[in-house]
């Protein structure tokens, strides 16, 4: 079941919140960079949301295209990546929300 706005919002610690859908040719393409930036940064929460026309909480930040990923440092939107390409971008966001 997708978390609400106010769960989310209340996450402590990093967490990135990925918005895409399993047949989308774009979030396909972009797990293998994901997966590698992240594996640097075990410790940063990863939820991945089925999204959706309609659905509440992608509509809540405003996403437009797939994947969108949000990076948040307890709760709060601390940098955004759209349709990612770049391994170099991934680490740069995760460093914001994870400083080793």
Known sequence: MEPTRDEVDALPGPTIV?????WCGHCQAAQPLLASALADHP?????KIEDASGK???????????????????????ARLVRPRD???????LALIDPR
């Open 18 to 22: 990925e918005f895409g859908a399993s």
């Open 43 to 47: 410790q940063v929460r990863h939820l």
């Open 56 to 78: 509440r909480l992608g509509r809540s930040y405003r996403v437009k295209l797939w994947p969108t990923i949000v990076f948040l440092r307890d709760g709060q939107e601390v």
């Open 87 to 93: 391994l170099a971008a991934l680490r740069d966001a």
